[in-house]
């Protein structure tokens, strides 16, 4: 069982008013928690064991965005007395000390367990060495590479009347020297960057040593070759200790759109100043001396709540390099998406597009026919307008390549540049003048609003007049995080939709206040009340005894609206599944109140990541795909959009490779309980397990084996040659 509350809201009665706050779990707790379930995955010995590690960076990586963003937003509402947005009546200073405690668990945790995995990496040849521990001929090697390497790019900065306390960036890991003047006795500290650019592990040279038929690896980490050689920045000096220290600030940009000329400009100059923010977060060695502390968090301006102690390694999310090493064995084998049923290596997308609608599945499937015909459309002399939206697009874009090669052609392009994508403002600022100067139209959507749907449209001329080609989907233009993602693109000539995504980008680039779409819902205009309307629809059934259920699968679910209303459509006797990757606010299993919820959560090699929203049983059944969570920010602050699968064939699809690995696996899957707690499913039998990915891959492959075999594309008796299951 994982637990990442301290606390336990108590156990409301049968008959709560759905407006008790007690029935909507911290926010900040449930990220904390499936941060927990990340850790986990680090535990399990069934992944290979540099894979394992792999879960522990993205763990520290995990936590340290939540401290930039979420933990400095906190700091915010405390400083202005306002409320948390989650709705649940917890006093903001109660939910920080809560917050605190739970960090402080699965920080120890996580060094306890890296501690456990280096006798593993040991076994297998990756030795993590102290430069103490070396013997005479390396500990050479590593003192000649320190002043010839290392020496020259160190800059000891010392804190006195004469020298400021310096500015220590974001992330960075430093360390605090504490030294003492061999004649006056005084004692200093100054403080040491480990140059980021040195990079955080140093390879030994090779002694031609083997652990049994693998290479032996030896790794020293540069903050210890630094701490081993401080008497070099300070010489004459008595070093009496040194303790590495790491600083989180907030890294929220604030963009107030009303009073910005040029927004592009103005979020260029905060990107800049953004390093500058506040100090949220100390961590530090937890050996260092009580005045090397309060001497930090004076300096920082931080509180003794905002210092972490660890007795392990800091900045663990460094551990992707020691993930990356070349031990073939200890990785998951090599994963190669597979080209879609019909495709034909995008000879002819136009064609296989007006054939009939059709699905990729992200990663099983290859993000390349979306590739294919962005530059399809660049290329053809037919093609007249090619309009996108762009949200995270990647520092190397391949399809914002395509578009530039399309308006130097002399297209009509139109691309909507969402620059205050969180991490990613930089490359999309330079995307957008890349843009500009090709010539297209580059607009940043509309004021207030971040624009998270993911469109595509081109419209080409035809016999038969102009056709519009779509490309909706649940995640980015980003063929890189294609391959990690677990998400849907959905291509289709349906004129209602397209006419619907037309209206969408006049809205954006344009000026609208009413836009009536068909088939579409579009935030924050009319996805939420869509999704309202289909919940109330299942409980109008149930209420009167028709079949009603409710599935979603989506990354987060908070918004105390929507929880409400599932709520009160399982107190109706709709059956209702939740497979949400990350936060639930949600507390399933009440009773009186939500018996009738279950909520999941999964984990696997790839990054669950598409929202699939079913209402509805059999003929009754309705299935959307979406970009949107069901979160305040995405339902009424950003743009977004919800989109109807109609097709019978694709339906099936969606049933076979996303909810039927849900209800079969006993290996990734968690459950959780009414108070916020997730137990893990395991293996009735441990000799046989049933991974979901795994088996959504193998659905995927078998449907292309049978079009294949058919030769032809992918249409409803293919699909259904491969199977279908139902979760009714």
């Known amino acids: 069982m994982l637990d990442a509350h301290t606390r336990h809201p108590s156990e409301p009665p049968a008959a709560a008013s759905l407006d008790d706050p007690s029935l909507v779990l911290s926010r900040e707790l449930c990220w904390l928690a499936f941060n927990a379930r990340v850790l986990d995955q680090a535990r399990d010995p069934r992944w290979p064991l540099l894979e394992r590690v792999k879960f522990l960076a993205i763990f520290a990586a995990n936590l340290d965005e ?74 050479a090697w590593v003192r000649e590479h320190f002043r010839k390497q290392v020496f020259p790019v160190l800059t000891p900065l010392a804190v006195d009347p004469q020298h400021p306390f310096p500015f220590v960036s974001n992330l960075s890991l430093s360390l605090a020297v504490e030294a003492e003047d061999p004649v006056s006795k005084e004692r200093r500290i100054a403080r040491v960057k480990v140059p980021e650019s040195l990079g955080r592990l140093l390879h030994l040279p090779s002694d031609g040593k083997t652990e049994g038929e693998t290479a032996r690896v030896e790794l020293v980490l540069l903050e210890d070759l630094i701490a081993e050689n401080l008497a070099d920045l300070f010489p004459g000096m008595t070093v009496l200790g040194c303790w590495p220290f790491r600083v989180t600030r907030d890294m929220d940009l604030e963009i107030l759109e009303d009073e910005a000329a040029d927004l592009l400009a103005v979020v260029d100059r905060e ?112 093609v007249l307008a090619v309009k996108m939206t762009l949200y995270r697009a990647g520092a190397d874009a391949e399809a914002v390549k395509a578009l530039v090669r399309a308006a130097e052609k002399g297209k009509q392009v139109a691309v909507s540049v969402e620059l205050k994508a969180r991490f990613d403002e930089e490359n999309n600022i330079g995307w957008a003048r890349a843009l500009e100067r090709a010539g297209a139209h580059v607009f940043y959507g509309a004021s207030g609003l971040k624009t998270h749907a993911k ?50 980008f006049n809205a954006l680039s344009g000026f609208s206040r009413d836009v009536a779409y068909r088939k579409l819902a ?19 059934r149930a209420r009167a005894s028709e079949p009603a259920l409710i599935f ?75 970009s949107a969570d069901w979160m305040p920010r995405n339902l009424d602050r950003r743009v977004e959009i919800l989109f109807p699968i109609s097709d ?81």
């Not at 056709?467 to 849907?488: E, Q």
């Not at 299993?589 to 999941?600: A, D, K, M, Q, Y």
């Not at 293996?683 to 078998?702: G, H, K, M, N, T």
Request: glycine share 6%; net charge negative.
């Open 66 to 139: 939540f401290f930039m963003i979420r933990i400095a937003g906190l700091h915010d509402l405390r400083e202005a007395e306002r409320a948390n947005e989650s709705g649940t009546g917890c006093a903001v200073a109660d939910e920080l000390i809560g917050i605190r405690n739970v960090v402080c668990e699965l920080c120890n945790d996580a060094t306890a367990l890296l501690s456990s995995l280096f006798p593993e990496l040991e076994a297998h040849g990756i030795h993590v060495r102290t430069c103490r521990s070396l013997e005479q001929r390396p500990r």
């Open 271 to 382: 990107v800049r100043r953004r390093r500058f923010g506040a100090a949220v977060r100390l961590e530090l060695a937890a050996d260092a001396p009580a005045e090397v502390r309060a001497f930090l968090l004076e300096k920082l301006e931080l509180e003794p709540g905002d210092c972490y102690e660890t007795r392990g390694l800091l900045g663990l999310a460094s551990l992707f390099a020691l993930a990356k090493l070349p031990f073939s064995h200890l990785h998951d084998p090599p994963f190669h998406p597979q080209e879609p049923p019909g495709w034909d290596g995008g000879r002819d997308p136009f064609g296989r597009i007006a054939a009939g609608d059709f699905l990729l599945h992200h990663p099983y499937e290859s993000f390349a026919p979306v590739l294919d015909l962005l530059r399809a459309a660049a290329d053809d002399p037919d």
């Open 455 to 504: 469109a595509l449209l081109v419209v080409r001329r035809e016999a038969a007049g102009l056709r519009r080609y779509v490309h909706l989907a649940t995640g980015n233009y980003n063929a890189s995080t294609a391959r990690l993602y677990t998400d849907f693109g959905f291509f289709t000539t349906d004129d209602v939709i397209g006419e619907d995504v037309t209206e969408l």
């Open 522 to 540: 579009v935030a924050p205009h009319t996805l939420r009340p869509t999704l309202l309307a289909k919940i109330r629809q299942q409980a109008e």
């Open 552 to 626: 979603a699968k989506l990354n987060a679910l908070v918004d105390a609206e929507v929880i409400r209303e599932l709520y009160e459509a399982s107190r109706a006797g709709v059956r209702i599944r939740l497979l949400v990757r990350g936060i639930c606010c949600l507390r399933p299993g009440l009773p009186g109140i939500s018996e009738n919820i279950r909520v999941f959560s999964l984990l696997g090699r790839f990054l669950e990541h598409e929202r699939v929203y079913l209402f509805g049983s059999g003929d009754q059944e309705e299935l959307f795909l979406s």
């Open 648 to 728: 019978a064939a694709l339906k099936d699809r969606i049933h076979r490779e996303v909810l039927a690995p849900l209800e079969n696996d006993d290996f990734r899957v968690y459950e959780m309980d009414h108070l916020g707690r997730y137990h893990r499913r395991e293996p009735l039998d441990p000799a046989r397990r049933s991974d979901a990915q795994l088996y959504a891959q193998e659905q995927v492959a078998l449907l292309k084996a049978k079009a294949d075999e058919l030769r032809g594309p992918l249409s409803r008796p293919i699909a259904e040659a491969a199977g279908a299951t139902d979760v009714n």
